[in-house]
Every structure is written in C-alpha cells, then in structure tokens.
C-alpha cells in the first residue's frame, strides 16, 4: 500500500543541466587538465577499414529549434560489422564516441567508419550507428539509430516493427556528397524521430 505523503509535495525532475557536460565532456565547459583527454573522442583510430564518413546533424526541440546544449553518445560495429572485443574485431574501431553539439549553431559532427550489418538471430540488422541523447528538459536519455539510405535496409528487424511506415524516415541519413550524410534528430512534432524503449 502506498503512503499518503501530506507533508511534502513532488517536485519536478531536474534537467540534465549544464551538469551533463560537466561531467561527461568537462572540456567543453572550459574544464580543462580533469582527464587526459575527454573519453570517447573518436570512435576510430587511424588505420579503421572501411569507408570513412562523416555525418553532421541537429537536435529539433519541439520549437523546431536547433538544442546548442545537446550531448550525444555512439556505438557501432566496425565495417565488417562486428564489435569492439569480438573475435576479428577492428582493432582501430572502439565503436564509442562522445560528442556535443556546437554552442553557436547546435550542429554537430561524427566522424567513423560506416558499420557493416550486424548478424542478428538467423538474419542480419542493415548497418545502423546507436545514439543516446541527453540535453536541458531531457531527464532520461533518448535512444534512437542512424541507419543509412543507400543501404539495403529491407530486412531490418527494427525497422520492421515500426506500424507508421512513413516514419522509418526519420531514422534514415541522406546521402549529401562522398561520404557525407545527414541526419537530424527531432523531439517532436512534425517528422518526430523514432526513439527506443530499451
């Protein structure tokens, strides 16, 4: 049974902050000497095989305006599509990256390997790179995927389960030039990026 509180009233959550940046990037607070270097740098080294490419993008709030604050971390597979610590891994691709969006523009850029599929089940997931997004009014961090436009996304068990078809968009990056893509993240609203339960 659950008590009747009469003598404190809920409160809202606190937002992430500036304390997530503190914390996670004390660099781009103007932090600097806390650790050697800011973890999560680059998801590859030089000599990672594969294609190297860069996707640049925004965060929407639901204003459909570009979050200056917003903090991003990724995983991925290699080219060949395995993981950090796998059997045959690249050993030039730890996979993780952490980055932040530019203070001014609220753009921000990922620098890596475009990820091969990713054997899953009998099947096979069409190369895709995780996110984690936290920012001001974000109190639980959002999970969603980059999958890519020019690839054969059919089979995609994820992108199966999705009922409104035409929001399989909102996961996709376009293709903008030799190894560039874009790929924006919108809270909500219009063309509202599909996030994950996980």
């Known amino acids: 049974m659950v008590q009747v509180l009469t003598y404190l009233q809920e ?9 997530v940046h503190i914390g996670c990037i004390p660099s781009f607070t103007g932090i600097d000497g806390v650790y050697p270097e800011d973890l999560g740098l680059s998801p590859i080294s030089d000599g990672a095989k594969g294609e190297i490419i860069t996707i640049t993008g925004s965060v929407y709030d639901g204003t459909g305006w570009a979050m200056r604050d917003a903090m991003i971390e990724s995983w991925q ?7 950090a610590g ?10 993780f990256c ?4 530019d203070k001014d523009t609220g753009e921000f850029t990922l620098r890596t390997v475009k990820p091969g599929p990713v054997p899953w089940r009998g099947g096979m997931q069409a190369p895709h790179i995780s996110l ?5 009014g974000i109190n639980i961090g959002l999970s969603t995927r ?5 690839e ?9 389960r999705i009922e409104q078809r035409p929001r ?4 996709m990056a376009t293709r903008t030039g030799e190894g560039a893509y874009r790929f924006d993240i919108r809270l909500q609203g219009e063309g509202e990026t599909v996030f994950l339960d996980i």
Do not use: C, H, K, M
């Not at 059997?87 to 691709?93: I, K, L, R, S, Y």
């Not at 984690?132 to 001001?136: D, E, F, L, S, T």
């Open 11 to 19: 409160t809202p959550s606190q937002t992430a902050g500036p304390y």
């Open 77 to 83: 597979p290699d080219a060949a599509g395995r993981f």
């Open 86 to 95: 796998q059997d045959g891994a690249d050993p030039a691709v730890s996979g």
């Open 98 to 101: 952490r980055f932040a969006a």
């Open 132 to 136: 984690w997004i936290v920012a001001r």
């Open 146 to 150: 980059i999958y890519f436009e020019d």
């Open 152 to 160: 054969d996304n059919g089979t995609d068990p994820l992108l199966a």
């Open 168 to 171: 399989v968009d909102t996961l």
